[in-house]
């Protein structure tokens, strides 16, 4: 395997208005990334380890395509834009701050939306409901995820 050098980097923006709302705008460039063909290149390189996995019981290509996939695993592709709204204490709620949040793949066109909502009325106690939702075509970086949706709830407990 051939190293080379590359470069990484992140731009953003984060505004505050008047009534505390918070936008936070992001683009990241993964230099290493794969392009939206090597992603496709990829995939179709997983269906025909699965298919030789299936017919003979041969692992050795779905074993390639794993490392492959843990090099890459977190930012597999290139351009990334990451925008995030939270307002908080709306309607005088205190303690609470809902947002939504969505990190959209500029290569593929797929993306990944969060809402959530968050309460800290108790002291050292953190409850955070969130959702998320992805969307893609066939080929692409999150229509490829295993699931459509979840949801998960966090309590962190502060002492």
């Excluded at 505390?20 to 390189?45: L, M, R």
């Excluded at 108790?122 to 969307?135: C, D, P, Q, S, V």
Aim: hydrophobic share 30%; charged share 30%; aromatic share 16%.
């Amino acid at each position: 395997e051939q190293k080379q050098d590359v470069q990484n980097w992140l731009l953003g923006i984060r505004y505050l208005t008047e009534h505390d709302t918070t936008f936070i705008a992001e683009y990241f460039h993964n230099a290493a990334g794969y392009t939206s063909d090597e992603t496709k290149d990829f995939f179709s390189f997983i269906d025909k380890g699965y298919e030789a996995y299936i017919s003979d019981e041969n692992d050795s290509l779905l074993n390639k395509a794993s490392a492959l996939r843990e090099k890459y695993s977190r930012n597999p592709l290139k351009d990334y834009l990451y925008l995030r709204v939270s307002q908080k204490e709306p309607f005088d709620i205190l303690y609470f701050t809902p947002s939504l949040s969505c990190i959209f793949n500029m290569n593929d066109k797929s993306f990944s939306l969060s809402p959530e909502l968050l309460y800290n009325g108790i002291t050292n106690l953190e409850m955070r409901l969130k959702a998320g939702f992805i969307y893609g075509k066939e080929d692409t970086e999150y229509g490829e995820k295993q699931n459509d949706c979840r949801m998960e709830l966090r309590l962190r407990y502060y002492f």
